[in-house]
């Protein structure tokens, strides 16, 4: 993979290094080899631990059904910083899907200073890759992650994680969720993924509070709802750098996480009635 000369220049010298970081991991099949070992020996027991009896897992068969000649885009709301890594850990113990996972994340922090190249790599094995750069004159460099998405998308094996939201959703009523971004939707049409949507509800940011409410028994439920393969098929013929088959594609993935965040609702709704 290749990032523009130009696009480059745009990034600070700390924006340069911690690219140069993420993308030695992520673009060397025996680093990314390593760094996943990682991620299932050390990261997953953590995470399990603490999500322990919390867990929930809704329609998981849909996903272990799957015969796939090509990569996985699971499509998630965002509530909590720890989501996807939660759905990850428990996903990877039932599938043979994950042999590579990525995770698109804002460059802000991870990928604009030394300590979150830290904690990129002590948290994710750095699989927080690509970064998204906020800045227009930016832009180029933000393409060519996703380039390289597209291109990992087309092996089987290959998990990419991303909220269509783009940012955490931050109110009070956690089924109400964002507009989707449009490099989503650029994404989806250019790799053709398995898009693999999902609702994820029970986590807050609060790490030691949430690793102490699992302990003492006090913590809600982590609920995660699979749903069945978004067919977009009716875009497939569309240019993927237009802005509006991205938004189309966008919403109608969205719309599917909706309906899964009210199956979730009715699923909270049962647990608290049997306690």
């Not at 991303?162 to 449009?182: F, M, N, Q, S, V």
């Amino acid at each position: 993979m290749s990032y523009p000369t130009e696009a480059l220049s745009k990034l600070s010298w700390a924006e340069r290094l911690a690219l140069g970081c993420g993308r030695w991991v992520n673009e060397n099949r025996r680093a990314k080899a390593v760094a996943m070992w990682l991620t299932w020996t050390v990261t997953r027991r953590w995470m399990s631990w603490m999500s322990g009896a919390r867990m929930h897992l809704v329609g998981l068969d849909k996903v272990k059904a799957l015969h796939l000649d090509r990569g996985i885009l699971l499509a998630s709301n965002h509530r909590s910083f720890f989501d996807m890594f939660m759905v990850l850990t428990h996903l990877s113990r039932h599938t043979p899907h994950c042999q590579r996972a990525y995770f698109p994340v804002r460059s802000t922090f991870f990928y604009e200073n030394l300590l979150g190249v830290v904690v990129n790599g002590l948290a994710s094995s750095m699989a927080m890759f690509p970064p998204i750069y906020r800045d227009p004159e930016k832009a180029d460099a933000t393409r060519a992650g996703l380039d390289f998405l597209t291109a990992e998308l087309a092996r089987p094996g290959t998990l990419v994680g991303i909220h269509p939201e783009g940012t955490r959703g931050k109110g009070p009523d956690p089924y109400e969720l964002l507009p989707a971004e449009p490099g989503f939707g650029r994404v989806v049409l250019m790799a053709k993924p398995v898009v693999v949507p999902l609702f994820v509800n029970g986590m807050t940011n609060a790490f030691v509070r949430e690793c102490r409410s699992t302990l003492d028994g006090t913590g809600k439920p982590i609920i995660v709802v699979f749903g069945d393969p978004v067919d977009v098929s009716e875009h497939a013929g569309a240019d993927p750098h237009k802005l509006r088959p991205q938004v189309l594609v966008g919403r109608k993935v969205l719309a599917e996480i909706a309906r899964l965040g009210e199956v979730e609702r009715a699923y909270r709704a049962e647990l608290g009635a049997r306690a």
